[in-house]
């Protein structure tokens, strides 16, 4: 079984990009599972917190570390990535030395209902 960790870039719950994400999901084969990992409750990244054990950093750390692949589906935010993909990316990469992306596969959608972005 593949193991793929769904990252959702929007923290609205109207989302076209959870819905996008939603339709690739369901359209999975039997063979791979799909885990979103919440990103709405982790606190924003500081090197100050690498000594201690912060629940929701541990526990998308190890969500991403038993992944085989990770599908971030995300909108942009002024031309960039949101704050909570930014904050994941650098919650999953440190302390240093301990990045969960080392060797990971990742794949980035974007969807937007206007003609920028996207």
Partial sequence: MTKIALVIGSLSRQSINRAVAGHI??????SVEI?????????LYTQDLDAESVPPYDRVRAQLKAADAVLIVSPEHNRAMPA??????DIASRPYGQSVWQGKKVAAITASPGSYGG
């Fill in 25 to 30: 999901a369901a359209q999975a084969p039997a």
């Fill in 35 to 43: 885990e979103e990992v919440q990103i709405g409750d982790l606190p």
């Fill in 84 to 89: 909570a993909v930014k904050n994941i990316i």
